[in-house]
């Protein structure tokens, strides 16, 4: 019988992509999906997938959501916050060690450059410490942390929620445009190749190159921030630029509270750590990985803005 894969959170973004991925490499029967809305996969559980129900926020509910995994895909729980996310997580990887789960695939995010465990990135903050959880977990499993390049799709909370539908006439933020830059990584070929890493392992987990290992996946080519924002500019048909602002400047901006606030609380000024990792190197790292896990050269970041914006 072939081993059980789980997904959890199985919806979202990210989530959706590597299970619409994974049906192309496993039959259905195979995935066990977990989320918060079954009734939402109601096709998938018709198609042969088991799915169930479970929250982050509600602990008791992962008490049994892993049991019968042999893999499971944890997809980060989705916010910025550092505390209430690795207790999230904790919590999460100690019920899949309790139901027998035999490797952990995590997903990570593209800050700290090359595998670094060091980040100046408030976002970054909880991914470092469940990768430092599982990596010391007393549990009978193995893992694998998957750092998730910068969404290409995820632009505007890097240009101050830059809106195309009515573009601003600058983009205001505490950075001045120049490199290093970021490998923006389109969204669904990180789900590809997410997929692909978890197939590969079920198909030889002995021989899976990256067993207790991290690995990190970017786009094609580092892109400063000056050149992101040109081509949004391109897309709208108009001539985009930077104008730096300090950081309390930013902070006070009209689009930006209520955006960076979770659970009632402003992390607008945590969120602005990002820029400086960014001015710092953290996301211009290529790495081959992507390329090599695809069979192909990643989507050009215009290509996938272009099709995005149109």
Do not use: C
């Amino acid at each position: 019988m072939n081993a059980k894969i789980g997904v959890f959170p199985a919806s979202g973004g990210l989530g959706s992509s590597i299970v619409d991925h994974l049906l192309k490499l496993v039959p259905a029967a195979q995935l066990i999906l977990i989320v918060r809305h079954p009734e939402k996969l109601a096709d998938l559980s018709k198609a042969g997938a088991t799915v169930r129900r479970a929250d982050y926020d509600e602990p008791s509910t992962l008490d049994h959501a892993f049991d019968g995994v042999d893999t499971l895909m944890l997809i980060s729980y989705a916010s910025f916050e550092i505390e209430h996310r690795v207790q999230a997580h904790r919590r999460a990887i100690d019920a899949a060690a309790s139901s027998g789960v035999k490797h952990i695939f995590y997903s990570s995010l593209g800050f700290g450059g090359n595998l670094s465990d060091k980040s100046v990135a408030h976002v970054m903050g909880a991914h470092l410490v469940t990768e430092k959880y599982l990596s010391e977990h007393p549990g009978n499993f193995t893992y694998t942390t998957v750092r998730e390049g910068l969404y290409s799709e995820s632009f505007p909370i890097y240009t101050a929620w830059f809106d195309p539908q009515n573009p601003a006439d600058e983009i205001t933020i505490p950075h001045s445009g120049g490199g290093p830059g970021v490998t923006w990584v389109k969204r669904d070929e990180l789900g590809e190749a997410t997929a692909k890493l978890i197939f590969s392992y079920t198909a030889n987990p002995g021989g899976f190159q990256y067993l207790n290992k991290g690995v990190l996946l970017s786009g094609p080519r580092e892109i400063s921030l000056a050149e992101t924002v040109e081509i949004l500019g391109r897309a709208v048909g108009r001539d985009l630029k930077i104008r730096e602002i300090s950081v309390d400047e930013y902070v006070t901006l009209p689009q930006i509270g209520d955006l960076h606030t979770y659970h009632s609380v402003d992390l607008s000024r945590e969120w602005s750590t990002a820029w400086e990792a960014i001015r710092l190197g953290e996301t211009a790292v290529v790495s081959p990985a992507m390329g090599e896990i695809l069979g192909r050269e990643p989507e050009d970041y215009e290509t996938t803005i272009k099709a995005l914006i149109s």
